[in-house]
């Protein structure tokens, strides 16, 4: 009887040995895996505040602008849709 219990420990031990390995490798997968999705999304997040810091420099700029008559006009042009009296204005609404 105990020639079969010692066959089977070393066949246990062997199993068990298999069945770490196995989970370790499937762990260091799922790290590894989950490690590239937060380096994308830490990628497109640095690449959004780039964007916004962009968008933040134009604000300053607008905002040290003088404020005066030229700005009045432009900001009218801009962002109001006004045209100077007999100026036509066209718009292009066909995409390129």
């Known amino acids: 009887m105990r020639k079969t219990e010692q066959a089977h420990t070393p066949f246990s031990a062997r199993a068990a040995l298999t069945a770490a390995l196995i989970l370790g490798l499937l762990l260091v997968g799922v790290i590894w895996m989950r490690q590239n999705e937060l380096r994308a999304k830490n990628d497109a997040l640095e690449a959004q505040l780039v964007a916004a810091k962009e968008v933040q ?40």
């Not at 432009?74 to 066209?90: D, F, H």
Request: aromatic share 12%; glycine share 4%.
């Open 57 to 96: 420099a134009q604000l300053k700029e607008e905002l040290a602008a003088p404020f005066d008559e030229e700005y009045v006009k432009r900001v009218a042009r801009r962002k109001l849709g006004y045209c100077m009296p007999g100026e036509i204005i066209y718009f292009n609404d066909l995409d390129e």
